[in-house]
């Protein structure tokens, strides 16, 4: 007998136990119907004399992963999720949840309220609310400590992050975890439930463990300085005492209350439109969501340098097997030494086993040859950045590769119709423009060229999530949108040094901002030849001003090359700790004094706005231009690439909350004050002021 309770949930029995399925693709999310079909679930199973117990299942690729995202926006329905989780903690007879994928959030606290629950080897548990700027609402922060204890629940509930079905089991959070047929599983394990009395087992029931209460300072003292800036983290810690002192009913009221109050904080709208924004961009311009991505199992990469070592560890991090190009053996001896540093040290911290370490290794083949690629699926050259010497490379990989094989270049700035146009096959042609150090930095700018192939361009953006980046597809434009907008934040912060503001107040009025590191602590970190370096690439293509303000020229002439040499913007001392000094102000008084300009008393104020309504500005340019296809896009950039606070929702969603007023009236202010070729509104800026309309509508 099967019964359609709701569109997204059917009840079946099997002998005295009823199956309840949710089907709510793609994730199961707790929408409407799925809230409003579980409790009629639990009905059907009180009203039923023969059911004894209920097996709680999902269809499709995961367990219930949440409350449903999209309903954030509109006024709730009821049933509320608070209602389904009374429910199911008020049912007389014993259910059971069958976890497989994920139980996220309201998933799991859907589970957590059923007497017990039974996950698929390979199956995660978390409770990730606040990596959406709000808390669990429904309970979760109420039952999870009664059953993993006070420090388990606080780890998961503070970070968010996802523990497996076995380490779940070990904390008691879920009761068995089975192999193979989940479903099957659910009901034997129901089964013997009701041969053992049916015995109901209510989360709420149980007492909160003893623990120790100097955890909670401990843990808001660390998570203040890891989520500098965010707020959920730090209530968790207070909600979680709340709950330790509480009784449940009330306990479950006040976190609720403190749910909704999250819900509609500036922060959690802003972590809200990241989540999007990530997911957005997998979306193609242009590209239909059909076309399929070419299978990639064997990758080539050209060039073992810094880059492309980053690189290779990305790929060999997924057990996709990586042949090394390069052109002497030692360098690519050096390579792979750098890239055995990488896992040592990452099993020195635990994070990895000897045995993966090994394996990973094991994948990567290194060569002075192009012979042995033809059955590559995919090469990526990390060669120098000189046009010629990739377009030899590419001519190389012409004469080697199959038709259907993708080449994608690294580069960071320069022309990828020039690149694409020297390939026999310009279909086949793609940027992947990793960040340094590749295997750690999560933005992936994926770059189009005007013939690239819909699929390749599926391509490189399916292999980006799997290989755990953000990857965003970019257009053609000159350092691409990344470096092109952070060239314009560089320009700001070293015309400000000329203007009279210190190197030590433009770091702390952006670091105060939300961002980890200052722009010149992070040229210490980077190195002051690197950064001269990049100047001089670009330097014939400034403005006047920009050429004659070699401030970065002068540090590497004084042998200031950062943390390095002990000395760059800032001096440092053995244990690496900078401080001001003040032979820079020297430097930076000789360097005005030469080039005319008098220091005057800059604000904190105008030292923001103008480094990041200059990237703003710019970030409009190429949304006209088309090189980014939407301001989502852009925010994704920054928030995964240059830290900029994902809990401000990125550049364009910032300035969307300023007002773009605001921004165009600085921007006048500043094109007034610096010139205009710098600050002259942008005439997207001016149009969607002149329409009463911000990025976002
Ligand atoms: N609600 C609605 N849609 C969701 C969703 C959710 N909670 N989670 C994911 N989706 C959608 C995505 O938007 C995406 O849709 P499109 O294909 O249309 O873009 C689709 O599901 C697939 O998502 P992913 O690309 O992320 O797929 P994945 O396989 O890489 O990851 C996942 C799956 C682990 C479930 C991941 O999507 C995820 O982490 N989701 C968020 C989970 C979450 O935060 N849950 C808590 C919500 S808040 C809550 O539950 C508490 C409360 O009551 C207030």
């Known amino acids: 007998m099967t019964e359609l309770l709701a569109k997204t949930v059917s009840v079946a029995k099997q002998g005295n136990i009823l199956v309840a399925t949710v089907n709510n693709p793609p994730v199961n999310a707790l929408s409407h119907s799925v809230r409003a079909g579980l409790i009629e679930a639990v009905w059907t199973l009180e009203d039923d004399a023969e059911a004894r117990a209920m097996v709680i299942v999902c269809e499709g690729r995961t367990f219930i992963a949440g409350a449903d995202i999209h309903e954030f926006k509109k006024p709730m329905v009821a049933p509320l999720l608070g209602e389904v989780i009374d429910t199911l903690d008020g049912a007389t007879k014993p259910i059971i949840a069958a976890i497989h994928g994920t139980a996220l959030g309201g998933g799991l606290e859907v589970a957590l309220a ?81 041969a053992d009395g049916a015995r109901l087992r209510r989360t709420s029931d149980l007492p909160v463990p003893a623990f120790d209460p100097a955890i909670l300072e401990t843990s808001r003292a660390a998570l203040a300085k890891k989520y500098k800036g965010f707020k959920a983290p730090l209530v968790a810690v207070d909600l979680i005492k709340m709950v330790t002192e509480t009784p449940v009913a009330e306990a479950i009221a006040l976190e609720y209350q403190t749910c909704k109050e999250l819900l509609v904080s500036p922060q959690s709208k802003a972590l809200r439109h990241i989540f999007a924004a990530e997911r957005e961009a997998l979306k193609i311009d242009g590209v239909d969501a059909t076309v399929k991505p070419r299978n990639v199992s064997k990758v080539a990469i050209v060039g073992p340098g810094t880059m492309g070592r980053g690189i290779a560890a990305c790929f060999l991090n997924i057990g996709i097997p990586v042949t090394l190009i390069g052109l002497t053996d ?13 896992y040592e040290g990452s099993v020195k911290r635990g994070s990895l086993s000897t045995e993966e370490m090994e394996r990973r290794l094991a994948l990567l083949t290194t060569t002075t040859t192009y012979d042995g690629i033809g059955d590559v699926d995919l090469v990526i050259e990390a060669v120098t950045e000189q046009l ?34 020297s390939s026999k096959n310009p279909v086949r042609v793609a940027g992947m423009h990793f960040f340094n150090p590749a295997n750690v930095m999560k933005l992936l700018e994926n ?17 980006g999530k799997r290989l755990g980046k953000a990857p965003v597809m970019v257009g053609r434009s000159e350092g691409f949108v990344a470096n092109r907008m952070l060239s314009k934040r560089t320009r700001e912060a070293q015309f400000l040094l000329e203007d009279g503001a210190t190197p030590q107040q433009v770091d702390r009025v952006l ?10 602590a992070l040229a210490d970190l980077a190195g002051m030849d690197i950064m001269a370096a990049a100047r001089a690439a670009r330097v014939a293509r400034m403005s006047p001003r920009e050429q004659q303000c070699n401030i970065v020229d002068r540090l590497v002439a004084a042998g200031r090359l950062g943390q390095k040499s002990g000395a ?15 032979a820079v102000d020297e430097l930076l008084d000789a360097h005005r004094k030469e080039r005319g300009f008098t220091a005057r008393a800059i604000t904190d104020e105008e030292i923001l706005e103008r480094c990041l309504f200059a990237m703003v500005n710019e970030a409009a340019r190429i949304l006209d231009e088309g090189a980014a296809a939407r301001p989502g896009d852009i925010d994704v950039i920054w928030t995964n690439g240059f830290g900029f606070p994902t809990y401000l929702g990125g550049p364009m969603f910032y300035a969307d909350q300023v007002g773009l007023p605001k921004v165009k009236a600085a921007l006048d202010k500043y094109a007034g004050l610096v010139g205009d070729q710098y600050f002259k509104p942008a005439a997207l800026i001016e149009r969607l002021v002149a329409e009463g309309k911000g990025f976002y509508g």
């Not at 760059?568 to 003040?582: I, L």
Request: proline share 4%.
């Open 114 to 194: 059923c007497s017990y629950r039974i996950a698929l080897e390979g199956s995660k548990v978390g409770l990730p609310e606040v990596k959406l700027g709000i808390l669990p609402g429904s309970g979760g922060t109420v039952r999870l400590p009664r059953l993993a204890g006070v420090e388990q629940a606080l780890a998961m509930i503070s970070e968010g992050g996802q523990i497996s079905a076995r380490d779940a089991r070990e904390k008691g959070i879920v009761d068995e975890v089975v192999s193979g047929d989940l479903k099957a599983a659910a009901i034997a394990f129901a089964e013997k439930v009701i």
């Open 511 to 520: 670091t105060a901002f939300g961002f980890p590191i200052g722009p010149f």
């Open 388 to 421: 010629d010497v990739k377009k030899e490379v590419f001519a190389k990989l012409d004469a080697v590769l199959r038709d259907d094989a993708i080449i994608a270049t690294n580069t960071s700035f320069l022309d990828i119709e020039e690149l694409a146009g």
């Open 568 to 582: 760059g913007y800032y001096v440092y001392d053995e244990n690496g700790k900078a401080s001001h000094d003040p």
């Open 330 to 342: 030692e360098g690519l001896a050096s390579a792979v030494k750098a890239i055995g540093k990488i």
């Open 447 to 463: 770059v189009r060229a005007a013939k690239t192939a819909p699929d390749v361009l599926a391509t490189t953006t399916a292999l």
